[in-house]
């Protein structure tokens, strides 16, 4: 495992994102522990010492999972991190209530890191809080102090100028920011400038969405066979981890894996470092410019869900449409549709754009939905 130096802290290269532990039944607030816990021995044992969660992953049940499960090693055997989830408006003003429970679910008494979740456009204001009505970070600060928290973070899915703004308040006391950075996002979430701009407050980078929720590991054999033709040994997730030890120096990369099998391969990759050649990352950016415009971006963060009021399975119908885009209306990409039930497919939108406002992605998913339908007519 390769390790990376924080302050006084050796952190593993790879990180155990904790949003897509496998599930029972494909009932998302079901973690499959059993397997889970396989996964994260096997995580630890090759080196893994990070691991990521969050307020509303898995509806709540993540945090108590990743407690349970590390309830078994020492402490200061390994590191958490937990966030603040500004993503939910209402989470505002609740600060001290909802650090005390998220203690309590992971069974620890401090968090070794610790974020403002998902700074963005639709809580920037309440994030800044000019007013002093939510003392947001007042009181995590305080939690700092008292060594409730090792290392006070964000992470953001913002424009360049919200991040900015972000940044003047907050810049000077922010040690860490988790970006969404792998080699679409490069370009298409300018996460390059954001990277930049972190480089002018000195502020680590943590990576996460590096195969953009598997995504960028599932390419088309056309796609494929350009880079297995410059790599043959390399997978697709190989090639996304290899471009971020090209591009950027980044301390974590956080990975969701929701298999054994993406953890032993994520493991083996993070075992060196094998940056692209200009050769390769131009075959890279040839291959961004084909997909730009074809691509909705969503990577199954499953915010949107939590809102949707038919309970459609948000993440799931816009990943089958962009099958559906890249197979220019194959047959098994119609037929796909017909596995989800009467009542939850994209028809089913009602297009109240409840969603919209806590996408990450600032996806426009009615319109995605509506556009989806009007293909499968």
Not at 29 to 53: C, P, Q, R, W
Not at 317 to 322: I, V
Not at 327 to 342: C, H, N, T
């Amino acid at each position: 495992m390769i390790y990376k130096t924080f302050k006084d802290k050796k952190l593993s290269a790879l990180g155990m994102g904790c949003m897509r532990f496998p599930t029972l039944d494909g009932d998302y607030k079901k973690i499959d522990e059993k397997t889970s816990a396989e996964m994260l021995d096997y995580a630890i044992s090759h080196g893994v010492n990070y691991f990521d969660t969050a307020y509303m992953y898995h509806g709540g049940q993540s945090e108590i999972v990743l407690g349970k499960l590390l309830k078994k090693y020492p402490r200061d055997s390994f590191y958490v991190a937990d966030k603040f989830p500004g993503v939910d408006l209402s989470a505002f003003g609740r600060v001290e209530e909802i650090f005390e429970e998220q203690l309590k679910k992971v069974g620890v008494e401090y968090f070794d890191f610790y974020l403002f979740h998902c700074v963005c456009e639709n809580n920037i204001e309440q994030y800044l809080d000019e007013d002093g009505k939510y003392k947001t970070y007042e009181y995590l600060a305080e939690q700092k102090k008292q060594g409730r928290i090792g290392h006070l973070g964000f992470s953001a899915h913002a424009e360049v100028e919200t991040m900015r703004r972000f940044l003047k308040k907050y810049g000077d006391v922010m040690e860490f920011c988790q970006l969404q950075i792998n080699w679409l996002d490069w370009t298409y979430e300018n996460a390059k400038a954001k990277v930049e701009l972190l480089k002018e407050y000195n502020i680590p980078v943590w990576v996460m969405e590096p195969v953009r929720g598997g995504r960028l590991a599932q390419l088309s054999p056309e796609y494929e066979a350009r880079l297995k033709a410059l790599r043959p040994d390399e997978s697709m997730a190989a090639w996304a981890f290899r471009f971020l030890q090209t591009a950027l120096d980044c301390t974590v990369v956080l990975s969701g894996m929701s298999n054994f099998e993406q953890v032993r391969e994520n493991v083996q990759i993070h075992s060196e470092e094998k940056p692209l050649n200009e050769q390769e990352l131009q075959a890279l950016q040839t291959i961004v410019e084909e997909l730009m415009g074809k691509l909705t971006p969503c990577t199954g963060c499953r915010y949107c869900t939590e809102y949707c009021p038919q309970s459609l399975d948000i993440p799931k119908l816009l990943n089958m449409y962009n099958e559906y885009k890249f197979s220019f209306g194959g047959v098994q990409a119609q037929r796909s549709i017909l596995r989800i039930p009467e009542g939850k497919r994209p028809a089913d939108c009602l297009q109240c754009r409840a969603c919209e406002g806590v996408c990450p992605q600032k996806i426009r998913i009615s319109d995605e939905l509506a556009s989806y339908t009007e293909l499968l007519k």
